[in-house]
């Protein structure tokens, strides 16, 4: 029952500090594009925040140092909305691969168009992958650091991986080292769910994959490094709550 009113209360928390942070950025779209990436960096602090206080929920970052400077693909999993928020501090110039259609939500969308987030028609296909990886050579070009999930949309913690083909054709035409990041936030906040556990969400940047190697070479070390190092991550977080 306690679980249930925590997450109720981080919920509703949650939604007011967004609609909050949305206000405190309107100045942003007189600014710089880097302004609405400190809000949006704040933003994400503050979520971290409100999950550890009222949900119990607290992070644990590991492999900081394997972070390159300067312009990187970033492949996270995608269990959890923890990670659109959450990963932001990491990173100093960031720039996420979105779905077309969050750019149209008002003031949110408008947002992350003025902070040149990269969308994506998920139904033009080939046209579509082009045009996302002209946009994405051109903020690499910034130095910045391009988030991606590989998988497209969220999938449960444990679930059979289904990676799109789309982040090889990425790293083949741009030529930068690729970071993969696992995690095991899907544990803590499942996909569709308000339902929250208290807990430390696991996360661990992994070794970069660097340019050179063809597409095929590149999808399989990708999946296999960031799938090994997920399930390893969920099984330690189930062995510790089991104690």
Sequence with gaps: MLIVVRSIVFNVLFYLNTALWL??????????????????????????????????????IRGREKLPKGPIIVAPKHQSAWETF?????????VFIVKRELQWIPIFGWLMIKGRMVPVNRGAGLQALAAMIERARIELAQGRQLVIFPEGTRRPAGAEPRYKFGIAHLY?????????????????????????????????????????LDKDAFFKR?????????????????ETTAR
């Excluded at 100045?27 to 999950?51: C, D, E, H, K, Q």
């Excluded at 959450?86 to 960031?94: G, H, S």
């Excluded at 936030?185 to 050179?212: A, C, K, M």
């Design 222 to 238: 990708l999946q296999h490094d960031l799938e090994t190092a997920t399930v390893r991550l969920i099984a330690e977080a189930k």
């Design 23 to 60: 206000i405190i950025a309107l100045p942003t779209f007189f600014m710089p594009y880097r302004a609405i990436l400190a809000v949006a960096t704040a933003w994400g602090r503050s979520n971290l925040v409100l999950l550890r206080v009222v949900a119990g929920i607290d992070c644990e």
């Design 172 to 212: 083949a035409a741009e030529g930068v080292p690729c970071v993969p990041i696992a995690l095991n936030s899907g544990l803590f906040w499942p996909r569709r769910s308000i339902r929250l556990r208290p807990g430390t969400v696991l996360v661990e940047i992994l070794d970069p994959i660097q340019p050179g």
């Design 86 to 94: 959450a990963l932001l501090p990491l990173f100093d110039n960031p």
